[in-house]
């Protein structure tokens, strides 16, 4: 071996070393993202709750329970997204997905706790989840989880739309045609003549 090679080789496992160095960082930081994500969802979930609860007490009785409840969630998302500099409709939106993700799905979050799976991998989980009966949700989320916990967003994204069209009762044809059907074009005249 001459000393040009026996040079090389030890270059070669010097970035090696530190190729792997990066990679492992780069990973534990995607872990603790999925941790802190994991968080996030279980706190709007418990904001959305508390609104819920003291949608009563806070909002004044003149308006149906309906929309004092929606007022409080309204009102509970304003402040988060005052304090964040977040738009409302993003708050609302993650609070609808965290709520989904902590009520409909534990063992997906769990999985994001633990970081092994990332935020992506659990929005498009609980986006595909939501089509799914509800007697097929056990089972979809049973089989889906693994491929999240070993795959790309992609791949699991393909995978989960192929088992939620499996595991629903009608066929997309038979759906496409009634949400067909279900279409319609309202006109409303307003007060001041628009519409």
Same mark, same amino acid.
């Given at each position: 071996?001459?000393?040009?090679?026996?040079?090389?080789?030890?270059?070669?496992?010097?970035?090696?070393?530190?190729?792997?160095?990066?990679?492992?960082?780069?990973?534990?930081?995607?872990?603790?993202?999925?941790?802190?994500?994991?968080?996030?969802?279980?706190?709007?979930?418990?904001?959305?709750?508390?609104?819920?609860?003291?949608?009563?007490?806070?909002?004044?009785?003149?308006?149906?329970? %309906?929309?004092?409840?929606?007022?409080?969630?309204?009102?509970?998302?304003?402040?988060?997204?005052?304090?964040?500099?977040?738009?409302?409709?993003?708050?609302?939106? %993650?609070?609808?997905?965290?709520? =989904?993700?902590?009520?409909?799905?534990?063992?997906?979050?769990?999985?994001?706790?633990?970081?092994?799976?990332?935020?992506?991998? %659990?929005?498009?989980?609980?986006?595909?989840?939501?089509?799914?009966?509800?007697?097929? =949700?056990?089972?979809?989320?049973?089989?889906?989880?693994?491929?999240?916990?070993?795959?790309?967003?992609?791949?699991?994204?393909?995978? %989960?739309?192929?088992?939620?069209?499996?595991?629903?009762?009608?066929?997309?044809?038979?759906?496409?045609?009634?949400?067909?059907?279900?279409?319609?074009?309202?006109?409303?005249?307003?007060?001041?003549?628009?519409?």
């Amino acid at each position: 071996m001459t000393e040009t090679t026996s040079a090389a080789i030890r270059v070669g496992d010097e970035c090696a070393a530190r190729l792997a160095e990066f990679s492992d960082h780069y990973a534990d930081i995607q872990r603790r993202r999925a941790a802190l994500d994991a968080e996030e969802a279980r706190l709007l979930a418990r904001s959305a709750a508390y609104a819920d609860a003291f949608a009563d007490a806070t909002v004044p009785a003149i308006f149906p329970p %309906a929309e004092r409840q929606a007022l409080s969630r309204r009102s509970t998302c304003t402040a988060l997204a005052m304090a964040t500099r977040t738009p409302e409709r993003t708050v609302q939106r %993650a609070t609808n997905d965290a709520e =989904r993700l902590v009520n409909d799905a534990p063992a997906v979050l769990e999985s994001l706790e633990a970081g092994r799976i990332s935020a992506r991998h %659990a929005q498009t989980i609980i986006d595909q989840l939501s089509d799914v009966p509800t007697a097929g =949700r056990a089972g979809f989320l049973a089989e889906v989880l693994p491929v999240a916990e070993e795959s790309t967003n992609a791949i699991l994204r393909r995978r %989960a739309r192929v088992l939620r069209e499996r595991l629903h009762p009608e066929s997309i044809t038979a759906r496409a045609v009634r949400s067909e059907a279900d279409r319609r074009v309202e006109f409303k005249p307003a007060a001041d003549g628009m519409a």
